[in-house]
């Protein structure tokens, strides 16, 4: 969720947010640069209606929701032969990760347009050029974490994109670098960028003026 502060109260905030993660789920508060919010809130969990619960939490306690994004952790069609640890990681993220406070997400799909049609696409010439896309974002280990998750059929695009990096211009490299190849500069379209940095609850709301 992507959420505007106006006339916030911080002690429910705060609530919410360990109400959910006390419950088992993980919350990444993010002070967003920029003017299209003030603040985000990345959830994950296994009960939707908890993750219902803190979104109806939130906006109680005067948060504006401006934006927000539903998706799911998941394996791709494209993933065989990716080591099962690997695998885990990317149905079981463990965020935020250390050390990597600088935070991006973006929604993105595949192209439907003619000429350039990803689903019509054999899945040999698919999977060839995920390869590729694969390849130039491994250049980046250690320095991106990058979660990927589905919202076919739960959203207005197709996968949500988070990426962690030390620094913004990290950000700035990978996705500069991932949009040459073929699978993106052909076939992707993409959404609106959000850009912030990741801290505990009590920075964020502070730092974006709730106090």
């Not at 994004?69 to 250390?98: C, H, N, W």
């Not at 929604?107 to 390849?135: C, I, Q, Y």
Request: proline residues 5%; contains cysteine; charged residues 25%.
């Amino acid at each position: 969720m992507r959420l505007f502060g106006r006339s916030v109260d911080v002690r429910a905030v705060k609530a919410a947010v360990r109400a959910a993660t006390d419950a088992g789920d993980q919350v990444v508060p993010v002070a967003i640069l920029g003017h299209k919010a003030d603040m985000a809130l990345m959830a994950l969990g296994d009960d939707l209606w908890r993750l219902r619960d803190l979104q109806t939490a939130v906006v109680a306690a005067g948060l504006e929701v401006v934006e927000s994004f539903v998706s799911m952790t998941e394996i791709s069609e494209y993933a065989a032969g990716v080591p099962d640890e690997m695998k885990q990681a990317r149905l079981y993220p463990q965020l935020p990760p250390e050390g990597k406070p600088a935070w991006c997400f973006y929604p993105m799909s595949k192209s439907r347009t003619v000429g350039a049609n990803w689903f019509t696409l054999p899945f040999d010439e698919r999977m060839e050029l995920m390869r590729e896309h694969g390849a130039s974002g491994r250049t980046f280990a250690g320095r991106i974490l990058q979660v990927v998750t589905g919202s076919t059929g739960v959203d207005d695009y197709e996968w949500g994109v988070t990426l962690f990096g030390e620094r913004p211009d990290d950000l700035k490299e990978v996705v500069y670098t991932m949009r040459y190849d073929r699978a993106s500069a052909i076939y992707a379209e993409f959404g609106p960028f959000y850009m912030g940095m990741v801290d505990d609850i009590d920075v964020v709301l502070r730092r974006v003026g709730c106090r």
